[in-house]
């Protein structure tokens, strides 16, 4: 290589100069470099560096301030759809509650505006923080907040979007690490683009319920969560609380190792889920609450163990508790309420000294009762073990719980308690301990075996009671609650032996004295405060006085009502039109003698209606009295009097029925829920009986998917509605020993979701339709004693039903009866030529030139259809599971 001689000096500094300056450009390059690749928004200290917002990023910030306005929102009590121990652990009160962006000032440096955080090297915004933050309106796919390119942080928790769609412009901030749109009222399905987020380490989707019918507003596709699971991988937190996702979850879960909080409660997962996520090294939190078809079972845990927080509860996990539960030495709660564990209890599980909340009711664990090291967990607030099945004494050592506020064992010189869940706990006598618990507010002793009366030295010290349950006992005597409780709220007696008066309370919200002997007239008085009243299973007797709908106000607040299995008489009071709320209305099984109560139909939000075993009587169309039914889930009208015939379109505007359901597990909830004591939401699970599938059955807990109509043993005539196969909601069909003439109609073909169908004792003639054979789901068939006629369809669903499905039709042949067929090659289901009028006037002649096309059409659409089922198995597979 040839020397360089520096004979000039003014040559040799020319090169020392340019060799400064390309040492300094190289310097600058790295600390740009290096500000791009960091989070970290603190600033770097140097007169050379920007140290204001840039125009572009004040003026996008502006526009963004313009397309909200500020409004403080009201969420009320609309966050959960789970029992109290599986809500969030973050609420909006987490958050400083005012209009952040109301104060940003054009003159100011945007990044001195609360909220805002920038680059101070690059003058750009990199994160924005405006949660609680009061902004009310859509969030547009062309908000000026997705030309902030260098934001790396965004949180717009707990606002009000208006219920707007999530924008999949998200995905143009590349360089986002942390998002959070939790509970903002954003709806409809996530954009699979928020997967191409793959920086982001926390990410939180959670959602609302719907204000309307607590379903899910936003939902998230199953090839989306798959995508989102396997497309970030720097991922440590994944929030996606209610929403619906509808899907097993992926195993490759299990890949996240930087994973320390997963939260997926209420998001309608079923399948297995990934053993092997449990042992995520950084794992600290795992909820998977209220995901009522999710199974699993728990691993060997390992000593290496982060687990602080294990929410299992209202799943199907199941199998044994392992002993090496013990190794969970960070654990502070673990709730595996109403799973399917069994075996017994691990000793070691009473070495978890950091244990706050322990919660392993309605499970079928067995064992010794708590041993002397329960004292061990000295930092218990909340213990319950509502079921399991301990024996033994309860040891002294529990005295050493000073923080214990909830407790489901019994035992003296306890501190006092405000809770007692003592259910299903094997009790045969009131319990004496109660006497020093003059502090409580609640009280479960339901499903014991308590035969005694309610001792009188208990309604001195339950003053303070907002809530009693003392439900599915023995207990026997009068039931007087005294004037000195004027704070109860929740009563629930049912399934007692139990007389006495009722007595008015101001701020009674529940009163269920069901299945007792109590007996006289309604109080006048009755329904002033009251939203549920249930007097089902008693000795009533006299008429429903209508001052009860009226009491105080114009309204009533009644939202469940059922008089049912008394001997009430007379007619149904028309001051029930007051109870614009009501969802519920039985008055099953009395005396009451009256016309169809046609004005129910105004009330918009009654979803069961059961006037099952009356004297009803008269016709239940009129050509003006009728609207249809807009909400109505359950009618049974069976057992009465009714007749008349009813018009081909008579189903038409009976809206809930007609939706068809979409596999939307969500759905799956049950009417009622009540917030007493400020925290608590009790449930009340409000069941009847019916008859469903040829039998009569209980059903303890009535699903508002449940779409069921029983109109027999009535004396209605006619051809049967068309309509009715507009009800593609519907699961049980019974409309037998009526006078039903005609065909059975095609339409029926279009009840995708009937699981039990009844068309027996009729006079019904003509051939069945194979559109049956399109009901898949159907488990129970009758239509015994008919005029039927022809060939049963064959190799179908009906190929799976008895001989006595069909008996009682002499001119029915196929595999399923005696009478075989003849031409059974050529055997096709027109109509015979003295059927052959349909009531739209269409012969068999017609419907014979449109077979061969139809049949090609057919195998078109029939193919398309398959396909989309095919694209959407895990919503068949969700709603195959429900409906069974």
Known sequence: ????????????????????????????????????????????????????????????????????????????????????????????????????????????????????????????????????????????????????????????????????????????????????????????????????????????????????????????????????????????????????????????????????????????????????????????????????????????????????????????????????????????????????????????????????HLDLSLNHIIGHVLPYTLGNLVKLTFLTLQSCQFSGEVPSSLRNLTRLEVLTTTTSELPKFQSLFLGSCNISEFPEFLKTQDQLKALDLTRNKIESEIPKWFWVIGRHLEVLFLYGNKLHGSFTIPPLFTSISYISISQNNLTGIIRKWTYLKVLDISKNNFSGTIPRWLGSSLEILNLQGNNFNGSIPHEIFTYGSTHSMMRMLDLSHNQFQGRVPQSLINCTQLQVLNLGHNQISDTFPFWLQSLSELQVLVLRSNKFFGPIWHPIMYLGFASLGTIDLSINHFSGSLPSDYFRNWGCMSKAPDGNNSDMKYLGQYKVMSNYYIPYRYSMSMINKGSEMELRKILTIFMSIDLSNNRFDGDIPSSIGKLQSLIMLNLSSNNFTGTIPSSFGNLRELESLDLSKNKLFGRIPQQLANLTFLEYLNLSHNQLTGQIPQSTQLDTFSKSSFEGNPRLCGSQVSKKCENTDTQIPFLSRDEEESENGFTWKVVVMGYGCGFVVGLVIGHLTFVNKDGKLENMDGKGLAGK
Request: aromatic share 12%; hydrophobic share 40%.
């Open 1 to 356: 290589m040839k020397s360089i001689s520096y004979q000039n000096p003014h040559s040799l500094m020319f090169h020392l100069m340019l060799l400064l300056i390309l040492l300094v450009s190289c310097f600058c390059s790295y600390v740009s470099c290096s500000s791009h690749s960091n989070v970290s928004t603190t600033a770097i200290t140097s007169s050379s560096l920007i140290t204001s917002c840039l125009p572009d990023q004040t003026a996008a910030l502006l526009q963004f301030k313009g397309e909200f306005a500020f409004i403080k929102p009201n969420f009320g009590s609309y966050y959960f759809n789970c029992p109290r121990s599986a809500d969030p652990y973050y609420h909006a009160d987490d958050y400083e509650s005012y209009p952040k962006m109301k104060f940003w000032e054009k003159e100011k440096d945007c990044c001195s505006w609360d909220g805002v955080a920038c680059n101070t090297e690059t003058g750009k915004v990199v994160g924005l923080d405006l949660a609680n933050s009061w902004l009310e309106g859509p969030l547009r796919s062309n908000s000026s907040l997705f030309k902030l390119h260098g934001l790396q942080r965004i949180n717009l928790s707990f606002n009000n979007f208006s219920f707007s769609i999530i924008p999949s412009e998200f995905a143009q901030l590349s360089r986002l690490t942390y998002l959070n749109l939790s509970f903002s009222m954003f709806s409809g399905h996530i954009p699979s683009e928020i997967s191409f987020l793959t920086h982001l380490a926390s990410l939180d989707l959670s959602s609302f319920l719907n204000y309307d019918d607590a379903t899910s507003l936003l939902h998230l596709r199953k090839v989306d969560f798959a995508k989102l699971v396997q497309n970030m991988t720097n991922l440590r937190y994944l929030h996606l609380h209610q929403v619906n996702i509808s899907s097993s979850v992926p195993e490759s879960l299990a890949n996240l190792s930087s994973l320390t909080s997963l939260v997926l409660g209420g998001c309608s997962l079923l399948g297995n889920f990934p053993q092997n996520v449990f042992n995520l090294h950084k794992l600290e939190v795992i909820r998977v609450t209220c995901n009522y078809l999710l199974t699993g079972t728990l691993p060997e845990f390992q000593p290496s163990n982060s687990l602080t927080d294990v929410s299992l509860d209202y799943t199907k996990f199941s199998g044994k508790l392992p002993n090496s539960i013990g190794n969970l030495n960070s654990l502070s709660l673990l709730v595996l309420r109403e799973c399917n564990f069994v075996g017994p209890l691990p000793s070691s599980i009473w070495n978890l000294s950091h244990l706050t």
